[in-house]
């Protein structure tokens, strides 16, 4: 053995960040659809294993009533091949991804679907028919896309923005991307989300334009321009989500150590974050595209079914949120 393992077992671990016993966020999310109605949803190119079997899960789970759009011959036989039963759904043909993409579209425009939802097709495919100024679904919001994370590292939900859709923001941009992320929050159980705006530095560095951004969206916060959330920034990672790295670094604000939403400078930096708590931390991500007519349900082809059953039990609950025929 080492000279140094005895001192090494002596010292005791202090984590700046809590950890708690295991996940605890995404089944609460799915127990709360239980009571709701199931949306009709218009799934695009289910054409992989895991598209496919989270497709049929969130529909035998009550969450969606999916319609497959596709190539129907491949779609069957790999259902088939799966040992999955679509009889009971709704097909339309489709031959190629775009011409897919376009159905689902057009399907939630005329009212028919409430949702949508990324089968195994690229996501710039999608969202090439989805964000088409004349036939997509654009709303005067920017369309923005969030992660939402259960991670037993973390004793919230933690939602990530943007690490999907806009690649470098500027401030316009941001003030819908946060209010995007604020209103998913509400839908979510969160009713005064914390919003920990990132970068490098917690002060204002005229250098460095997240700091910037940061400082502006906080002061638009104070004049009302964004509602319902608490914002603060520029905050780096370890002090919007450690109480300890705040005190040791002198912060006093009600955002730090306990963020419910974490604000990225761009794209880059929000997926790299993203896919770092997921692989290296344990995390379980769901995603959702926000800022459109309908909830798009935006995963990467390579993320499980279970988490794709949980991205749409989120995009439930955001309809029932800003559709309040049944209460939430």
């Known amino acids: 053995m080492s000279d140094l393992a005895p001192l090494a077992e002596a010292v005791a671990v202090d984590p700046l960040v809590g950890h708690p016993a295991d996940y605890h966020v995404f089944h609460k ?73 376009e159905l689902g579209v057009a399907m939630c425009r005329s009212g028919n679907a409430l949702a949508m939802m990324k089968g195994s097709l690229h996501t710039d495919e999608l969202m090439k028919a989805a964000m088409a100024r004349d036939t997509g679904l654009r709303t005067a919001r920017r369309i923005s896309h969030v992660f939402i994370m259960d991670t037993p590292a973390y004793a919230r939900t933690l939602m990530i923005t943007d690490a999907a859709i806009n690649i470098t923001p500027e401030l316009e941009d941001k003030i819908h991307i946060v209010q995007n992320a604020i209103d998913l929050a509400h839908a979510l159980g969160i009713p005064e989300p914390k919003v920990a705006l990132l970068s490098a530095v917690e002060t204002v560095n005229p250098k460095i334009k997240s700091t910037l951004d940061a400082a502006a969206l906080c002061k638009m916060a104070d004049r009302g321009q964004i509602v319902g959330g608490i914002l603060d920034g520029p905050l780096a990672f370890d002090t919007a989500v450690s109480v300890k790295a705040a005190k040791i670094k002198g912060l006093v604000s009600p955002v730090t150590g306990q963020a419910d939403i974490l604000v990225v400078p761009d794209l880059e930096s929000g997926n790299m974050l993203a896919k770092q708590l997921e692989y290296l931390g344990g995390a379980q991500l769901a995603g959702i ?40």
């Open 29 to 101: 999310f799915i127990e709360r659809c239980k009571e709701l109605p199931a949306i009709a949803t218009a799934v695009v190119w289910p054409l992989s294993d895991v598209a496919m079997k989270g497709t049929v899960e969130a529909a035998v789970e009550g969450l969606i009533e999916p319609t497959l759009i596709g190539d129907e011959a491949a779609m069957k036989e790999l259902a088939a091949k799966i040992g999955l039963d679509i009889s009971a759904y709704p097909i339309l043909h489709a031959e190629t991804e775009s011409k897919a993409a």
């Open 289 to 328: 595209v926000l800022g459109a007519r309908v909830p798009t349900i935006l995963t990467s082809r390579a993320d499980s079914a279970e988490t794709r059953l949980t991205s749409c039990a989120v995009a439930v609950l955001l309809h029932y949120a800003t559709h309040p025929q049944v209460k939430v």
